[in-house]
Each structure stands twice: as C-alpha cells, then as structure tokens.
C-alpha cells in the first residue's frame, strides 16, 4: 500500500473491502457486485460509473442494509463506517444510521415520494426521528430545509402533496430529505436521470453547493461521465460486479488505462470531432449468472490476451495513483488509436 | 374541498334517486305482469284485505295515475299494507326487521375488518413463511366455501359437537355470534387476501425504500407510510361487501331464524306478498346507495390523488 | 449529423437467419399451457373439474338409485335418513304388488303396450318417468345403456339418504347436472351478451360508447339480486307460469336469462376496455384499409385478440354464477323439486338437522361438492389469469 493511500486513509470515512453481493434469480444465481474495495474520505465527491447492470446501485444499496432479500445477499466483505461494520449491524442500529449519518436520494422523484403525505410531514419526520424534536422544532427545521433547496415560499407548499409538484422540485425535496439531518455522507444514486436535461445541472449543483458547505461526503452513482467530469473529485469505474479503473477525474480523463473506460470515454458523442458517428462499446453486456472465467470484459475487448479469459485481473497500482484491472501493458493500448479520434 | 364535496354529495343523492327510482318502476311494472292484477286471483287473501288493498293502491284508477300516486305515496316513507300479514304495514315490518338485520349486518362488516386487515397485513409481513401460507389457505377456503354451507357446518360443529351457541333465535348476543361470523368469513377471506396484495404491492414501491433510508423504525413504517395505501383497494372493495352482506343476510336469516328484513323478504317473496317484497327491495336499494355514498366519500379523503367528481 | 451504423451485408444475412432460427420462440398459446400445466394448484383444478362434468355429462350411464324415489314404507322398505353404507342395492320401482326390479317392471310395460290394441291410448306411466323426472332422448338411451350394463343392481349409498329415504349420492350427480348447466349456459348468455355489447361500445366510441357505457352504470348501481328475487316471486305465480308453460318456457330457462342478463357487465367493461386499446393497432388499420367491414373487423380481427382475457374473466364468473344459483335454490326461489341442485340439497340438509340429531351426511357430502367445484374454478380461474396474462399477475 502506498504513502498516498495510507492518508487517504486517516480521513477515510467510509471504507468498502471485499464486498460481495449475490442475487438470486429465476435463472441462476448472479453476482452483483465481486471483491469491491473503495473508500470515501470526509468531503470529497466520489463518482461510481458504470453501466446498468454494473453493480453500482447494488452496492450502495447492500451499505445501507437497504438490499431487497430473499433475492438478494451480501455474501462477505466490510463497510467500516464510524468504527462500525454497517453489514454485521443489527437493523435497529443501521435506523438510527440511515438518515442521520448517512443520506440517500433516489433516482427517481416521481416515485421516492409518499403520494398520500404532504411534503411537509415526510420531512419533519426526519429530524423528529433522529432528534426527538418537538413537532414545532421540526416543522421549522424542515421549513428552513425547504427554503434552501428553493422551494419558496416554503410555508405555503408544506402542505401539498407531492402529485402537486414538477420533477425537478421533488427531486429538490429528496435532496432535502438527504441532508436535513447533516449527514457525514451523502449517496446519490443517478440523482438525474429521470430529470429534464435543464433541470439536471440545476439538481448537481445544490447537491453539491449543499455538501460543500456542509462539508458532506457524497458518492455520487452515474452513468454519465459528464456529471463526474465537472463535479467529482475521484472516479470508481464499474464492470459486471468489479471495479476496473480508480482513478482521480483528471488522470481518468487524460489518461485512461482500462479498455473499457477508453471505450466509454470514445462513446461520448464529441460535437466537435470532425467525422462524428455515435460510437457504441461492440458486443453484448455480460451475462451475470454465467460470467467468462477471466475478465468479464474479455469477450468485448479489442486488446485481448490470451491470460484474459484464463484469470480474473486485480487492481494494480499505476501510474500517478490510478488503480487498473487489467492484463494487457497500458504502453501497449496507448500506441493504439484512441477510437473516438478515427 | 369542502365545497366540492358537497357537490359531489349532492350529485350522488341525485343519482341513487335515480337508480331507487329505477328499481321502483321496474318493480311496479313487473307486479302489473301478473295477469288481472296482483290482487286477483290468490285465494290466501281474505276479502277484507283486497279491499283495502285495492283501496290503497287505488286500482280503480287507470294504470298512469296509479303509477303517479303509489309513486308520491312510496317518495313520502309509505310502503303501504303487508299482503299477507294483517294489520301490519310494510313499514311496521321491516322496522323491526331492519333493528336484526342491521345488528347483525354492522357485526359482520366490523369482523370482517377487523379479521381481514391484521390477518392480510401479517401475512403481507411474514411473506413466504408458514404464517403467510396458512393465512393463504384460509383465506382462499373462506372465499369458496359459501356462507350458507359454512353455517350449516358451524351449526354441526358448535351446537351438537361442543354445544357453545345457540341454534337461533334472536334476544342474546350469543345469538348473533354465529350468524355473524358465518356472514363475514367469505369477506373476511377476501379482505385478507386484498391487504396481503395491497400490502406486498405498497411494500415494493420506492417511497417504502426512501422511508427506510431515511432510518424510520420498521412499526412506522408499516403503520404510517404503508398501510394507507394499502387500504385503498380494500376500501374500494368495501361496497361490494356491504352489497354481500346485505345478500347473504337473507340467508343466514333464514338459517339461524332470525326475524331481520332478510327473513321477511324471503319469506315474502315465497309467499308473493308483493307489497312487502316491493318495500323490501327498495330499502336494500336505499341501503346500499348509502353505503357506497360512505365509502366513496372515505375513498376520497384516503387518497389525495383522487380528484372529486372523477 | 451522425449516420446510422452501417451493416455489412455481404457477412450479416447468413448470420441473422441463424439467429431468427435460433430465437424462434415457443408460440403465446403452447406457452401459456407450459405455464398452466406448472402451476399445480390451477392443473389439479382443471382435472377434477373434467372429471366432475364427465360424472355430471354421464350420471344417467352410472349405476346410481333413482334421485327422487322415495322409500316411505315400514320395515326394509323404510329408507328415511340412513347413514352412508357399504352395501349395495337394487333398483326397484313400486308395482301393483309390492316393489319390483326395474327391468321386470319394464319387460311388464313393453308386454302391455304389445298386448293393447293399435291405437288404444296406454294409461299406464312408462317406468323411467316415475324414477327419473324428465330424461332428455339422450338420457334415455344412456339409461338404457346402463340397465343394458348393470341389470337391476345399483351403488350403495355411499352418501347416506335423506329424510324421504332418497339416495343423497344419487341426488348429488344429477344436482350436480343442473347446477353445472346453470353455470355454464348463464355463463354463455353474459359471455355473449358482454362480449358483444363491450366490443361495438369499444369499437365505435365517441358519443354511441358514451351513452352504452352510462346504461351500464346505470344498471350496476341497481342491486340486481334482490329485484331478480322480486321477478322470481312474480314469475312463481301459478297464472304467469302457467302462461309461460304455455308458450313453452320452462323456469329454468328464465333463470338463465335472468343470471345471464345480470352477469354480462364486468364482461362488457373488460372487453370495451380491451377493445379500446386495440382499435387502432396497426392490424386493425391494415384490415380497414383492406375494405373489411365493421362487422369483419369486429369478429375476425379484434374478437380473436380477446380470447384470452375472456376466457380468464369467464372462468372467474362461472364460480359465482353457480354459487348464486344455489344461494336461490337454497332460499326455495331458484331450481324447484322434482328437480334436485346443490343448493336444494344443502337446503335439505339443514332442514334435517333438530335439537336432537344431526345428520352431517346431509350437509357435509352437498357443502363438499359445492365448496370444491368453486375452489377449483377460482384456482383455474388465477391459474389461467397467471397463464395467459402474466402481467395481470397478483403478489
């Protein structure tokens, strides 16, 4: 382990070793999420990127003790958290951490809200849960929450329901829900996806504005480099259940080492590339249940050896800080053409 | 909101004038199918009878007028003389009828809650386990097995076999034990099973796994962001069982010989006292646009969404 | 400002034949039985359902007592209310002197209508009519079939007998008969008359849906039931039956119309709807551009895509079709003796119970059949739904 990692380390306020997450499902059992090792320190904006099905959401959700079982399971690992190993917590313990020391907001706004609740309620019951605060202290509390994600005037829309607001201002009340309580931590699980493309940049922002001042951590869960590019200060890239690539955003973008984050950064469509043709990763996702003996992105990769399909890689450390699973010499890739320039 | 559901009262009072005067005509028009009138030709009926019968629905007059007039007179409360209980009126009867009927109707519709929604929300809770499948099995049992053959069981079981109630009758809640749960079981069963499904349905929703990340305790969960919406299809099935209970009363009536309005419509509709049958069916018809006037107007004020009127 | 990707031709038809080949799937149908034929509950269902209209379809082949013979005598000929046995009997029929088998009773008919001179009206009852009330032709010859079969001999009373000394197993088949015919002839009026209704207010919509679709508000918010036990008390009048009996309308066949004429609005509303959403498919335009007519488009194009959802919602309306039939029976106001349905014998059963005695063999063997066939129908009924519409599927 080196120099850097182990400061990392003193400030880590999250740390995710060897988590593994299994799902059982009609057609056999997948695994989600495979030897999956990151830590988060106190204030920084960590990006998990990654395609549907990369694991990315099962992990947060198996961290939070939030993973839906039967179906699915955590099979080891740890998430220290605050001294705490959140997955060996017993439920009552993980209440009283969910909320108030970690965060979350969901994908989806149209769905996340209680329609049969007022906006108002859902959000005083945060603080009247974790502070055992009066049913007046916490009506102002979250009419002050309300006031600073821009839901003015707050004291006239407390008591609507969430059918009477737009996605873009319940998607606002989630972040609000998140950060009521000042939490260390903060996941925000594709925050934007299922918002208008105006309104997403206006959401990243307050989440990160919020954090910021907050001094909040936030682990931010996108499929969308555009977000990790402006708003990230490291980035953890993720492919069927593994992490291939950790890296810092300006050494991920400059210099990308993983075929497959070279493969997601050329499908970025370029405005101004001269030639333009959307480019797509060639190939089919993985098959979960039935994942090929090496490196699942083997069968899709230009650059293959023939030790790919025999042997899983491990994160190695590179050059400047970036951690790569993978087999093939970067030197070697980087002779090559970078796809997006043809 | 409050004046909107006036309006939406007030619509609703309009529409089941309409459908009691639906029920009215076609109920009048069918008893004018008995050839010479329903007064006629019954022999059972003593000469004193029909000519006060004959008075009282004016049979004199041509078949308009006698329409008009029966209809102010039934619009005013008055159902007029039983037809082959003398010196008795429709309304004296089903008076003390509807006193039976309505204690043992209120019985069974609070048992069939309070049975049907603990019983579904556990299960719902212990998805999957033995708890759960036995609920199920009950439950689809109780769906099945009619409420007629389930009394006649109970009757075997419970007054012969471990003699704790008795047969029938009417005057002890003793009595009205056995009725009432045989009346409730089938809805019972059925609210049960539209919880369990209400409550899998709500329990897999995204605000449940934003209420649990937000690090609310499992009761509060259950108790104030499930249950709600989980009662909507039960609420909304609320009127269908009232329309059941009132159906299989008339049955149950019979078999623990309760005198309810049940028992005197039957026994009315065996014995063609028209009158009574008439003035039976109209009640019940009353009856039941309340009931739906009630739950739609809880419908309303469960769900936020629903907008009045729609 | 971006292209399509291009397919390389010359490589690509070879390749995605043999991947349509290979990703032919199984068709909807054959899919939807795999999935029945997994589902046990659904399967076991269906077979006892077969078996039960089987038993139903042939109960005058079945070596069984006379359903409403009664044995009032003293002594052997004394039959009221015995216990299910073991011990088998035969059939017999009260003659001039004392009981006689039923094949000497008939051999004693047939002589008598050879011996009566041609033309000479035969005052004598023909021997099936006073053990069986009203066989069909095809009855007939199936009676004759089992005597052909069984001689004289018949099953023991395996369910007991009632309080007129009745076979109740015996009752139990031909009642099943009736209450099975019920369900599914009343069944078939509300499927027609639904399907159709739902389909042309669907098909046309606007202003003819509109005001279809209120009369069907209208009429279910009237509680059917009791205005049908009003009609029935109307219809029980001896001059008004006596004026249908005329024209040739039994009762029955009125309780079918009328369970039928209540029963077809759940139907009509779940086809409009269906309709609705398949009206302007593409195969429906390509039909009209076609120059197919709104009856051909109606029967050929949308009523075939409707099977599925009919038959799940027609399954799941027998159940209380049949159950409302015996509800009617029981009071006394649906199928009338000498005519048996489950709903009389249930009836039957708590009449004999007193303060005394309780014969359980009279509620237990009619609750029994009656309990089962609408537990079977409403697992076929899940069973189906789950099958043909998985989406429809509940938790």
């Known amino acids: ?342 | 909101m409050l004046r909107t559901l006036t309006w939406f009262v007030v619509q609703r009072v309009l529409w089941s004038c309409a459908t009691l005067w639906l029920v009215f005509t076609a109920t009048f028009f069918l008893m004018r199918l008995v050839p010479g009138g329903p007064f006629q030709l019954d022999r059972n009926v003593s000469p004193e009878i029909r000519r006060n019968l004959i008075a009282r629905f004016r049979m004199d007059l041509p078949l308009p007028q006698q329409y008009w007039e029966h209809l102010f007179r039934t619009a005013r409360g008055d159902l007029g003389p039983s037809f082959t209980i003398a010196d008795y009126s429709v309304n004296e009867i089903l008076g003390q009828g509807f006193v039976v009927s309505s204690a043992l109707g209120v019985f069974a519709l609070l048992g069939a809650l309070g049975l049907g929604v603990p019983a579904g929300v556990l299960s719902a809770a212990y998805r999957g386990r033995s708890v759960d499948r036995w609920v199920m099995l009950l439950a689809t049992l109780g769906i099945a097995v009619p409420n007629f053959v389930l009394a006649s069981l109970c009757i075997l079981v419970f007054v012969f076999v471990v003699p704790v109630f008795p047969a029938g009758g009417w005057g002890t809640w003793r009595q009205l034990v056995l009725p009432s749960a045989c009346l409730a079981a089938p809805f019972a069963a059925y609210i049960a099973r539209l919880t369990r499904t209400g409550m899998l349905e709500v329990l897999g929703q995204d605000y449940i796994r934003l209420a649990r990340a937000k690090g609310l305790r499992s009761s509060a969960i259950l108790v104030r962001h499930a249950l709600r919406g989980a009662m909507l299809p039960v609420v909304s099935y609320l009127g269908p069982t009232t329309a059941g209970i009132l159906t299989g009363s008339l049955v149950l009536e019979k078999v623990f010989a309760l005198p309810g309005m049940g028992s005197h419509f039957v026994d009315a509709a065996l014995q063609r006292d028209f009158t009574l049958a008439m003035g039976a069916v109209l009640v019940y018809t009353l009856l039941l646009s309340v009931m739906m006037l009630i739950v739609d107007i809880s419908y309303v004020l469960l769900d936020p969404r629903v907008k009045i009127g729609e | ?395």
């Open chain 3, 1 to 395: 400002m971006w292209e399509l990707p291009r397919i390389d031709e010359t490589k690509s038809y070879g390749h995605m034949l043999a991947e349509a080949r290979a990703m032919r799937g199984t068709s909807l149908s054959r899919d939807a039985w795999t999935r029945l034929r997994r589902n046990r509950a659904a399967w076991i269902s269906a077979m006892f359902l077969l078996c039960l209209s089987v038993l139903a379809v042939l109960t005058p082949l079945l070596p069984l007592d006379s359903p409403q013979r009664q044995y009032l005598g003293s002594g052997a000929a004394n039959r009221q209310l015995l216990p299910p046995s073991w011990k088998g009997g035969r059939i017999e029929i009260d003659g001039p002197g004392g009981t006689i088998p039923l094949s000497v009773a008939l051999r004693r008919y047939d002589e008598l209508l050879r011996h009566s001179t041609v033309g000479a009206k035969v005052e004598v009852m023909h021997p099936f009519l006073r053990l069986w009330h009203d066989l069909r032709p095809v009855d007939y010859v199936l009676v004759r079939c089992r005597l052909r079969c069984f001689g004289d001999w018949c099953l023991p009373s395996w369910c007991g007998t009632d309080q007129l000394g009745r076979d109740v197993l015996s009752r139990l088949l031909w009642g099943t008969r009736v209450s099975l015919s019920v369900g599914a002839i009343a069944g078939c009026v509300s499927l027609v008359i639904g399907v159709f209704y739902g389909a042309i207010a669907g098909y046309f919509g606007g202003f003819v849906d509109a005001m279809m679709m209120r009369f069907v508000d209208v009429l279910s918010s009237i509680p059917f039931i009791f205005v049908v036990i009003f009609a029935i008390t109307v219809l029980g009048k001896e001059e008004i039956r006596a004026e249908l009996q005329r024209h040739g309308i039994e009762r029955i066949a009125i309780f079918y119309l009328l369970i039928g004429a209540i029963y077809w609005l759940t139907m009509a509303r779940v086809v409009r709807g269906q309709v609705i959403s398949l009206r302007n498919e593409p195969f429906v335009e390509a039909a009209r551009v076609l120059g197919a007519g709104h009856v051909r488009i109606i029967l050929f194009h949308l009523l075939p895509n409707l099977i599925s959802i009919v038959i799940v919602y027609l399954t799941l309306m027998i159940p209380s079709i049949i159950l409302f039939e015996a509800f009617l029976s029981f009071l006394g106001l649906g199928v009338e003796p000498p005519n048996v349905s489950w709903g009389i014998l249930a009836n039957d059963g708590i009449q004999a119970i007193t303060p005394l005695r309780s014969y359980w063999w009279l509620v237990f063997f009619p609750g029994l059949t009656l309990s089962m066939t609408l537990l079977a129908l409403n697992f076929l009924g899940d069973g189906l739904r789950d099958a043909l519409d998985p989406r429809l599927r509940q938790h």
């Open chain 1, 1 to 342: 382990m080196t120099v850097e990692r182990n400061n990392l380390k003193q400030n880590t306020i999250l740390q995710v070793a060897d988590l593994q997450v299994e799902f059982r499902t009609q057609y056999g059992v997948l695994t989600a999420v495979n030897d999956v090792t990151f830590q988060v320190s106190a204030g920084e904006t960590l990006a998990i990127v990654g395609e549907s099905g990369s694991g990315k959401s099962a992990t947060q959700l198996a961290i939070l003790g939030l993973l839906p079982t039967p179906p699915g399971r955590v099979v080891r690992g740890r998430a220290m958290f605050g001294g705490e190993d959140l997955l060996t917590l017993s439920e009552r313990r993980l209440q009283d951490i969910r909320g108030r020391q970690i965060g979350m907001v969901f994908q989806d706004p149209m769905t996340a809200l209680n329609p049969f609740l007022t906006i108002g309620t859902q959000l005083a019951e945060m603080p009247r849960r974790h502070f055992g605060s009066s049913s007046h202290d916490s009506r102002e509390q979250a009419l002050a929450m309300l006031e600073r994600v821009g839901i003015v005037p707050a004291v006239k829309r407390f008591d609507d329901y969430p059918h009477q607001f737009s996605g873009g201002m319940r998607q606002r009340v989630l972040v609000a829900m998140a950060l009521i309580c000042r939490p260390q931590l903060v996941i925000a699980d594709e925050p934007t996806t299922a918002l208008d493309v105006s309104i997403q940049a206006q959401i990243l922002d307050l989440i990160q504005e919020l954090a910021v001042r907050e001094g909040t951590a936030v682990v931010m869960i996108t499929h969308n480099l555009g977000v990790v590019a402006s708003r990230c200060q490291r980035v953890v890239v993720m492919y069927a259940g593994r992490i291939v690539e950790m890296a810092s955003v300006q050494e991920l973008f400059s210099n990308p080492r993983h075929p497959y984050t070279r493969a997601l950064l050329a499908s970025i469509p370029r405005v101004d590339a001269v030639k333009s043709r959307l480019v797509a990763i060639e190939g089919q996702p993985p098959d979960l249940v039935s994942l090929p003996p090496g490196c699942a992105f083997a069968p899709r990769c230009t650059h293959r050896i023939a030790r790919c399909s025999e042997e899983v890689p491990q994160l190695n450390l590179s050059e400047g800080g970036t951690e790569v699973a993978c087999w093939v010499d970067p030197g070697t890739i980087d002779s090559e053409n970078v796809r997006h320039e043809t």
